[in-house]
């Protein structure tokens, strides 16, 4: 006599499978803002710290962009870009940190949250003068 194997093996793949997040694409409103994050990055005169060696400000958002590039589907907003992409090391876990002229060394992350709120207020006082 044939035993016959209930399919809960394959219902659970499929439950898997659509219960699975899905990459999400990021708006143009979050595209953009994350743009402009990254040019002042490269625009800033910071030594960023990525698991113990110094870079310059070009080469971290370099390497911040080539992050998002291969991270995208991870990110759904710049909250989560700078969270989940930008702040720490996916090779290590350590976290970056950032040294600016006349500034102490802090974690990047922290930097990157409160340059994007002053890039926000900027963005809202010009589109209310």
């Known amino acids: 006599m044939i035993k016959r ?3 809960l093996l394959p219902l659970a793949f499929v439950v898997l499978l659509n219960s699975s ?3 999400a694409d990021i708006s143009a409103e979050t595209s953009a803002e994350i743009d402009e994050l990254l040019n002042q990055v490269q625009q800033s005169d910071c ?3 990525r698991n113990g060696s110094e870079h310059d400000a070009g080469d971290a958002a370099d390497h911040m962009r080539l992050k998002l590039k291969r991270g995208k589907k991870y990110v759904n907003s710049t ?3 700078i ?3 930008a702040s720490e090391s996916s090779w290590s876990g350590k976290p970056y940190t950032i040294r600016c002229p006349g500034h102490e060394e802090e974690l990047t992350g922290q ?3 409160e340059l994007l709120e002053a890039i926000r207020a900027d963005n809202q006082a010009a589109s209310n003068p």
């Open 5 to 7: 194997q209930p399919l």
């Open 21 to 23: 997040p899905c990459p």
């Open 47 to 49: 030594v960023f710290i």
């Open 79 to 81: 909250e989560q870009f």
């Open 83 to 85: 969270d989940r992409l």
């Open 111 to 113: 930097w990157l949250h």
